[in-house]
């Protein structure tokens, strides 16, 4: 099965599965009957949401249901995998991400991401954030940029003095802000952060959450956690994932639940939301 | 709480807390992995001092004249600086073709090709030609690469029996360790380092180019030099290919005269002068030759673990 052969016509499924979309420009991604299989077995499948300009789209659930894979479908990071494959409708501005004419390197520089353990690159702080830059071929004012996405992800203040120095003499927390400045360097569109703080302690964890609230006035943020707090405190909407066995009889993932994230919280309309989110599983 | 309830709870905890003796079994255990290691460190010594106690003559006699005067057939003014010439010269070609073929090899293993049966099987082969005896590639060389040489107008004066071949048939042998220590070093560099060079938009050879292969770099290099060094102490293949003779490498000449002429190499050397029926060649040269090519190669492993400290990252 391949992606092209299975994708719905992105005209029609778009009109029809959201008819409450408020103008097109405003959504940053567009999901349609979204499925990645690992191999034979389906990792996820079926899932539809927008994400919208400027708000902070959490996906939460229990482990495997696939929410970090579908993270990694938006930057075609999934095409690093040889087995895996994705198939239904990602738009992106409206446009096909796995059209045939999108080059992923170019996908993925416009689309940033952040990794669940920070994983600066065995270099100095400032080649760190120079080094996106610097295969773009964007630099004029290489100093500049990197001052000024270090200042955006809040780490400039404490960096300044030691620029030329090994990223990994950083703390874990600045080590991660770091990859913070490392992903807005290139100038993307949207940030992808694939639990940023799992690896954190709740200090850092606290700064990285502030920044992602302040950072959201100029990109869209994409956040894939654990921490159900976390998702109540910083997002807009919210989708919650769990795995359902009973469709293929392997374990798949599902989405369940999208909306505001208040709503989820508070009223959830599914009951396997409501059981996810005070504690009954997961 | 009181001492009344806790004393009966606390004598229990206090005998389950007490050190059991340790066991003649583990004991003799522990003397039998002593005797091992003594064995063979004592072997080690022994081999060091009969070396070292045959050098000694030569080494406080001749000193630093023994190195730096050619091979001869008097015991009291022959030297190795041919072997040194020889073996320096050998290794220099085994560097310039191995390494550059044996680090594209890896790369293109670990990084580009796709993990199929045809991938895999060659990565096990590639650790199976690791395996093949010296002599085997001696004869190869023979075979191929002495003919190849000469066909291509660089035999000399040797026939094909020169450096240039023999360089050749020691980079072949030694090819398949260099891609397995690429490959491994390679192997080694975080996912992490090549999905974040990927998530701001990196192309393959980008992330290849500036994060996966300076990542590895200080790995790679360490391996290398342990290769280079093992092509250095080689000896086998080079008796089949031309070295043999160990008498005629002179220095003075032009490099593709000196490259395509008949020439020697220090373990090489070694060789021929422990069969000489002269009893200082045998009993006191050739020691004193050894010593020569173990402080050598003791320098190549300094060099190696000196690039590795030096180099080393943390992730």
């Known amino acids: ?282 | 709480m009181t001492a009344d309830t806790t004393t009966p709870t606390r004598i229990a905890v206090a005998a389950k807390l007490q050190g059991r003796r340790v066991g003649w079994g583990e004991s003799a255990f522990q003397l039998a992995t002593l005797i091992g290691l003594l064995l063979s460190l004592g072997v080690l010594v022994a081999l060091l001092a009969d070396i070292v106690a045959g050098a000694w003559s030569v080494v406080t006699t001749r000193g630093a004249d023994f190195v730096s005067t050619p091979i001869s057939l008097s015991a009291d003014t022959a030297g190795v600086l041919n072997g040194i010439i020889g073996s320096v010269l050998l290794t220099i070609v085994v560097a310039v073709v191995a390494i550059p073929l044996g680090i594209a090899a890896a790369v293109y293993l670990e990084e580009y090709a796709a993990d199929t049966r045809p991938t895999r099987f060659i990565q096990t082969n590639v650790r199976n030609l690791a395996g093949v005896p010296s002599i085997v590639y001696g004869l190869l060389g023979l075979g191929v690469i002495v003919r190849l040489v000469t066909a291509l107008g660089a035999g000399g004066s040797a026939n094909g029996r020169n450096i240039i071949a023999g360089g050749l048939t020691l980079a072949v042998l030694v090819l398949p360790i260099v891609v397995i220590t690429t490959s491994e070093a390679l192997r080694a560099v975080p996912a992490g380092i090549r999905e974040a060079a990927y998530g701001v938009g990196a192309t393959q050879w980008e992330v290849t180019r500036h994060q996966v292969l300076p990542a590895a770099l200080p790995a790679i290099l360490t391996g290398t030099v342990l290769t280079l060094a093992r092509a250095f102490g080689e000896t086998a293949p080079l008796l089949l290919v031309g070295a043999a003779t160990g008498f005629f490498a002179t220095g003075g000449q032009g490099l593709m005269e000196q490259l395509s002429g008949t020439y020697t190499a220090l373990p090489v050397v070694v060789y021929s002068w422990s069969r000489q029926p002269d009893g200082a060649f045998r009993d006191e040269l050739a020691p004193a030759a050894i010593l020569v090519l173990l402080v050598l190669l003791l320098a190549a492993n300094a060099a190696a673990i000196i690039i590795r400290n030096r180099s080393e990252r943390k992730w």
Request: aromatic residues 6%; contains cysteine.
């Open chain 1, 1 to 282: 099965m391949t992606a092209a052969e299975t994708r719905p016509d992105p005209e029609s499924v778009g009109a029809a599965a959201t008819p409450q979309r408020q103008g097109r420009e405003e959504v940053v991604f567009h999901l349609d009957g979204l499925s990645v299989h690992y191999g034979e077995f389906p990792a996820v499948k079926g899932v539809g949401l927008d994400v919208r300009r400027n708000e902070i789209t959490a996906l939460i659930g229990p482990s495997g249901c696939g929410k970090s894979t579908v993270l990694r479908s938006l930057n075609r990071m999934n095409d690093l995998i040889e087995i895996a494959k994705v198939s239904g409708l990602v738009e992106y501005h409206g446009v096909d991400l796995y059209g045939p004419a999108v080059d992923p390197v170019e996908v993925r520089r416009q689309i940033g991401m952040v990794f669940q353990k920070p994983n600066p690159f065995p270099k100095s702080i400032y080649d760190n954030v120079a080094f996106g830059p610097r295969i773009a071929k964007t630099d004029d004012d290489l100093d500049g940029l990197v001052e000024q996405s270090l200042r955006r992800a809040v780490l400039w203040d404490e960096v300044r003095d030691k620029l030329d120095q090994s990223a990994y003499a950083l703390s874990g927390g600045q080590q991660q802000r770091l990859c913070i400045a490392r992903a807005i360097a290139t100038s993307p569109d949207v940030l992808l952060m694939d639990e940023p703080c799992s690896a954190l302690d709740p200090i850092a964890t606290l700064r990285i959450e502030e920044l992602m609230v302040e950072l959201k006035s100029d990109y869209s943020i994409v956040i894939v956690t654990h921490n159900m707090q976390q998702a109540a405190r910083v997002s807009d909407r919210t989708a919650f994932f769990t795995v359902d066995e009973s469709v293929t009889g392997h374990r798949t993932g599902i989405l369940v639940e999208f909306d505001q994230t208040g709503k989820i919280f508070t009223n959830p309309s599914n009951p396997k939301t409501e059981d996810y989110i005070t504690g009954r599983f997961g």
